[in-house]
T-cell receptor, first 112, second 113 residues
Framework: EAQVTQNPRYLITVTGKKLTVTCSQN?????MSWYRQDPGLGLRQIYY???????DKGDVPEGYKVSRKEKRNFPLILESPSPNQTSLYFC???????????FGPGTRLTVL | SQKIEQNSEALNIQEGKTATLTCNYT??????LQWYRQDPGRGPVFLLL?????KEKRKERLKVTFDTTLKQSLFHITASQPADSATYLC????????????FGAGTRLAVHP
């Protein structure tokens, strides 16, 4: 089954404790993105990647890091999480072109 | 700056009626526009894409229009069913290679029996 998986689905952590949210896709897509979704603000892109070892900032990259060492994986790293990073996070992949996004199930992160 | 507006108020309609959702944008010239469906606690799911040179697109009970003069897209669900209740997101994209999508905040649709 073609899918994007994310782990963990739910995470409660404390300020400053480094965490990683994993993302993996099995569709051989070149493009992958991370979004955060906050009430009333819609989906905002954090980082995206056009291929292995090629990443770029989206609209809200501050406080986040990413890496793309393998085509299928695109982890999101929060080196020192803060409460304003409490949000619902989605990973997505696409073939590019008209960029139809395939989204993962989401990770609900709470930073205390 | 680029801005996308979707009605933040929920749309409540009766089963069997046609639901019409609106997506307006400013300061942007998109090459295409996409619509997604999002159920509570789940990731958005792609529904339809319409390009700037297309006026209308249909898929089963769904119809999308795209008016680049008005800077507006309308999303219609005919013969709506309670199972159509969800939040619907529009997203704009530019042409050429990979260009990020800009998403609206979504409109929640509730179809009542």
């Amino acid at each position: 089954e073609a899918q994007v998986t994310q782990n963990p689905r739910y995470l409660i952590t404390v300020t400053g404790k480094k965490l990683t949210v994993t993302c993996s896709q099995n569709m051989n897509h070149e493009y992958m993105s991370w979004y955060r979704q906050d009430p009333g603000l819609g989906l905002r892109q954090i980082y995206y990647s056009m291929n292995v070892e090629v990443t770029d900032k989206g609209d809200v990259p501050e406080g986040y890091k990413v890496s793309r060492k393998e085509k299928r994986n695109f982890p999101l790293i929060l080196e020192s999480p803060s409460p304003n990073q409490t949000s619902l996070y989605f990973c997505a992949s696409s073939r590019g072109g008209t960029n139809e996004q395939f989204f993962g199930p989401g990770t609900r992160l709470t930073v205390l | 700056s680029q801005k996308i507006e979707q009605n933040s108020e929920a749309l409540n309609i009766q089963e069997g009626k046609t639901a019409t959702l609106t997506c307006n944008y400013t300061n942007y010239s998109p090459a295409y526009l996409q619509w997604y469906r999002q159920d509570p606690g789940r990731g958005p799911v792609f529904l339809l894409l319409i390009r700037e040179n297309e006026k209308e697109k249909r898929k089963e009970r769904l119809k999308v229009t795209f008016d680049t003069t008005l800077k507006q897209s309308l999303f219609h669900i005919t013969a709506s069913q309670p199972a159509d209740s969800a939040t619907y997101l529009c997203a704009l994209g530019a042409s050429g290679g990979y260009n990020k999508l800009i998403f609206g905040a979504g409109t929640r649709l509730a179809v009542h029996p």
